[in-house]
């Protein structure tokens, strides 16, 4: 079955991409065996490519990293959804209705510049060092970044819309959900993006303290034992995470908010 014009040409760019990509990162890992060959760094500091992977398959065989992974994942998932489902409530509120932007917007505007890593030690004295503290501190750091992008998308919708929608008579809230929504969702959609992104970031500061098992922990514990070979794989394992969930926000935005690429 032959493809129309249009679909090779889609396809042509996700495979350009794609290759883009594969030779981007077999680049820096040739750089990487290069300086490791050449001991332009003391092994101990900065291990080979092989004393990575040697570190990866041990950490498999032993059942750490899955487990790493499953609690990590679990602990960003609840932390994200709990973090983007409160960003776009409270960024829909400040950004229409203008007594929720006059009690809440100062008070998010000094809460946005702390990171998450500061709330650590507030989380731990507040929840404990159970998974409560840990989810705190992901959805701290999710909400603020899914607000902002919210009520910016709100708040900045073509005046020229909402004057056609009223001039053909539409409600208040036909106006809300056919217009406003669909005006503001590729800022939403940015937004829940870098919420995802930043899960992961706020989680290793989550996990560094107080627990047990994580990705972040298992870093910590590589640091205290001079382990930089696990340490890569949990930095590495960090950014293939990180790229897969931003490669999934990237095609569900182009089919949810389809029309903002005819535009």
């Known amino acids: 079955m032959s493809l129309d014009p249009p679909a090779r040409g889609a396809r042509f760019c996700v495979l350009a991409r794609a290759a883009k990509t594969i030779v981007s990162l077999l680049a820096a890992a040739a750089v990487w065996w290069l ?53 776009v409530t409270v960024g829909l509120l400040t950004a229409r209705t203008e007594a929720f932007r006059f009690a809440l917007n100062p008070l998010l505007t000094v809460l946005r510049p702390i990171p998450a890593i500061a709330l650590v030690p507030v989380a731990i004295v507040w ?38 929608s009223r001039s053909l008579g539409a409600s208040r809230a036909r106006e809300f959900f056919q217009v406003v929504i669909p005006a503001s969702a590729p800022h939403i959609v940015a937004g829940l993006r870098l919420g995802a992104s930043l899960a ?64």
């Not at 640091?223 to 897969?244: K, N, P």
């Open 200 to 263: 992961f970031l706020s989680l290793v500061a989550a996990e560094l303290t107080g627990a047990s098992a994580g990705i972040g922990y298992r870093l910590q514990e590589a640091r205290q034992y001079i382990r930089m070979d696990r340490m890569f794989v949990g930095l590495i394992e960090l950014g293939l995470l990180g790229a897969a969930l931003d490669w999934f926000f990237v095609s569900m935005s182009r089919r949810i908010v389809h029309w903002e690429r005819s535009q």
């Open 127 to 164: 929840f404990g060092i159970g998974e409560e503290s840990k989810y705190f501190v992901i959805s701290y750091t999710v909400f603020l970044a899914v607000w902002l992008n919210t009520h910016h998308g709100m708040e900045h919708i073509p005046e020229t819309y909402l004057r056609a």
């Open 35 to 87: 300086v490791a060959a050449l001991e332009l760094a003391p092994a101990d500091l900065f291990p080979a490519p092989s004393a990575v992977w040697t570190a990866f398959v041990e950490l498999y065989r032993d059942g750490l990293m899955l487990a790493d992974l499953c609690v990590s994942l679990m602990r960003a998932a609840i932390g994200f959804l709990i973090g983007a489902g409160l960003g």
